[in-house]
């Protein structure tokens, strides 16, 4: 008990850097009109079969490996998440878990496909909270994203740290292809590690042409606009897929709030008290089966939640 109240501490900490516990603020802007229920909506949300369930098992593995040292992914030495993928070729790994996240590129022999991760927020460090915080919109950095719409604006702590450690992602990833002879790339990650992941997700098709690309993340907060959201999408409809899974009560994926003109993009999947995994369609899907309908507000969600399980893995490193 005394270790799940320190991390719902730590996570109130977070949220308080990003000025987002405010009560007066985020329920009187936030919720006035948009968890009205959607009939059609409702209608669509489908449960996943165990099937599909376990066949996102192995990218829950990589995203929590994404919270291990650049050398030990390197090496391929990261206790459970990396007996987990016993097969894993690594290609790169870097960041310093300050400024820039930890992240590692490699290849999985039986899924056929490049594999990038990213680590999500080390709550005992104050510069990962600060990106967290860091919630003006900025556009996309042209030379990153080319000829994407300058309409389309993002979270400037997250577009901070994704444009740090890109370059070096980006050759890891080419390097991978070729060494590999494959065109499918995907990117996976928890927190902050999914929005930098998600970034990831477009950028890399701008910059290695003729590659599909899959984005898997799990606690997704939001990461740009209505205009990033539906590009996003747009994208989904031609070489990239999203899914962005999320836990129970978990407030991240609520935060920050689309009262500040935030917005997700589809492909929610959404893991009910139940532990029951349902398709969620929409950018937003206000049902109550869903994360913005199920969870409402900050104070009704639980920070607990937000490191999983997600299908029985808890996110973070672990030398066992």
Known sequence: MARSRSSKARLS???AACG????GTWQAAAFPTWLKHDSEEQASITALSTAQIDAFRPYTHYASAGYCSPAS????????????N??????????????TQFWYVGFDPRLKEVIVS??????SKLFPIMTDGDILHVPLDEKLFPGVDRRVVVHGGFAATQSRSAPGVLA???KA???????KVTVTGHSLGAAIGLLDAIFLPLHIPGITTRFVGYGLP?????????????QQRATLSVTRINNRKDIVPILPGRFLGFHHPSGEVHIDEAGVWLACPGQDNASAKCTVGDVRNIFVGNGTDHNGPYGGVKMGCSSS
């Not at 992914?73 to 987990?84: H, I, K, Q, V």
């Not at 016993?86 to 400024?99: L, N, Y």
Request: hydrophobic share 35%; with cysteine.
């Open 13 to 15: 900490m977070a949220l």
């Open 20 to 23: 987002l516990l405010s009560s």
């Open 73 to 84: 992914t390197l090496a391929w030495d990261c206790g459970r998440n990396c007996r987990a």
């Open 86 to 99: 016993p097969s894993f070729k690594p290609v790169a790994s870097g960041g310093d878990g300050e400024s």
């Open 118 to 123: 990213h680590q999500g927020t080390d709550t």
């Open 172 to 174: 890891a990833v080419q």
């Open 177 to 183: 292809i070729a060494k590999y002879k494959t065109k």
């Open 222 to 234: 939001r990461v740009g606009n209505m205009h990033f959201a539906d590009y996003v999408d747009e």
